[in-house]
């Protein structure tokens, strides 16, 4: 088992509750009363949301379809509800390319009004027809700008800073050593007590998809080291909470942020704790 280098004793251990929200068929995780205590709490929906350090976040991947039959125009009503909540996405935001027009008509239209209070991730469609990713680096930060919501352009990755939290947003598409190189130095000086990692492909499913396991590897040793509780992703087009794996890590997978097609669970996973595929 995994013990926390003796450098890292003082930091306080995340204590959640999460609500699945459903706009059936589509999906959102909601992550409320994220605060932060000396005692880890790993067990959902056990505690009050009246902390006064507490934070909401609230998100999905796999978002805007113009296909979809008003899937993503569902969940962004549920985002409305949550007026003060940050909004994260995790992967493949505008189908089915990403491209300028898919952000224009299949995102801008949902989602798009969140914009302002929006940390998104890269998905693998964001590379589907743009090697570079460059129309979700023009929506996200502005056309031609260098750095902005979506962090570095040609990179993708970031930290923000938010309450008592530490949020890394990471790709699982390419970069996966400078990234893990960057996550040590930003997990390292910390100036908060608790983080969270959201990225696009899982690292355990129950699902039909391939997690690319080895090739993020590297991202799991990091958040066991410093001991982040909670992974986020999408990819998977259904809603699986994981219970907390050796290291004390708890895995979501939220991929119904409104495309189309939902994936059926396949072969459920042995730290699988709640599945919703509809």
Same mark, same amino acid.
């Given at each position: 088992?995994?013990?926390?280098?003796?450098?890292?004793?003082?930091?306080? !251990?995340?204590?959640?509750?999460?609500? !699945?929200?459903?706009?059936?068929?589509?999906?959102?995780?909601? =992550?409320?009363?994220?605060?932060?205590?000396? +005692?880890? =709490?790993?067990?959902?929906?056990?505690?009050?949301?009246?902390?006064?350090?507490?934070? /909401?976040?609230?998100?999905?991947?796999?978002?805007?379809?113009?296909?979809?039959?008003?899937?993503?125009?569902?969940?962004?009503?549920?985002?409305?509800?949550?007026?003060?909540?940050?909004?994260?996405?995790?992967? +493949?935001?505008?189908?089915?390319?990403?491209?300028?027009?898919?952000?224009?008509?299949?995102?801008?239209?949902?989602?798009?009004?969140?914009?302002?209070?929006?940390?998104?991730?890269?998905?693998?469609?964001?590379?589907?027809?743009?090697?570079?990713?460059?129309?979700?680096? +023009?929506?996200?930060?502005?056309?031609?700008?260098?750095?902005?919501?979506?962090?570095?352009?040609?990179?993708?990755?970031?930290?923000?800073?938010?309450?008592?939290?530490?949020?890394?947003?990471?790709?699982?598409?390419?970069?996966?050593? /400078?990234?893990?190189?960057?996550?040590?130095?930003? =997990?390292?000086?910390?100036?908060?007590?608790?983080?969270?990692?959201?990225?696009?492909?899982?690292?355990? /499913?129950?699902?039909?998809?391939?997690?690319?396991?080895?090739?993020?590897?590297?991202?799991?040793? =990091?958040?066991?080291?410093?001991?982040?509780?909670?992974?986020?992703?999408?990819?998977?087009?259904?809603?699986?909470?994981?219970?907390?794996?050796?290291?004390?890590?708890?895995?979501?997978?939220?991929?119904?942020?409104?495309?189309?097609?939902?994936? +059926?669970?396949?072969?459920?996973?042995?730290?699988?704790?709640?599945?919703?595929?509809?």
């Amino acid at each position: 088992s995994y013990r926390a280098p003796p450098r890292h004793a003082a930091l306080g !251990f995340c204590r959640f509750r999460s609500a !699945f929200v459903s706009a059936s068929p589509a999906a959102l995780l909601t =992550l409320a009363a994220l605060a932060c205590s000396p +005692d880890r =709490l790993t067990t959902p929906d056990a505690l009050s949301s009246s902390l006064s350090d507490a934070v /909401t976040l609230i998100g999905a991947g796999d978002i805007g379809s113009c296909s979809s039959s008003g899937r993503d125009e569902a969940t962004a009503k549920l985002i409305l509800a949550e007026p003060e909540a940050l909004v994260f996405t995790a992967g +493949d935001n505008a189908y089915p390319d990403a491209s300028p027009a898919d952000f224009a008509n299949c995102y801008d239209g949902s989602w798009g009004q969140f914009k302002g209070r929006t940390y998104p991730t890269l998905g693998n469609h964001e590379f589907r027809a743009f090697p570079d990713a460059a129309p979700y680096f +023009d929506y996200f930060n502005g056309p031609g700008v260098d750095s902005g919501r979506a962090g570095r352009r040609g990179q993708g990755w970031y930290a923000v800073d938010h309450g008592a939290w530490r949020l890394l947003f990471l790709d699982s598409h390419a970069n996966i050593a /400078t990234q893990a190189a960057w996550m040590r130095t930003a =997990l390292s000086q910390n100036p908060t007590r608790c983080q969270l990692a959201i990225w696009h492909r899982p690292r355990y /499913t129950s699902g039909p998809l391939p997690t690319k396991k080895t090739l993020l590897q590297p991202f799991w040793d =990091l958040l066991a080291e410093f001991r982040v509780e909670i992974a986020i992703a999408g990819h998977d087009h259904h809603y699986e909470r994981f219970n907390p794996d050796q290291f004390g890590i708890r895995q979501f997978t939220v991929g119904g942020g409104g495309h189309g097609s939902i994936n +059926d669970f396949v072969s459920i996973h042995g730290l699988s704790a709640k599945r919703i595929a509809r």
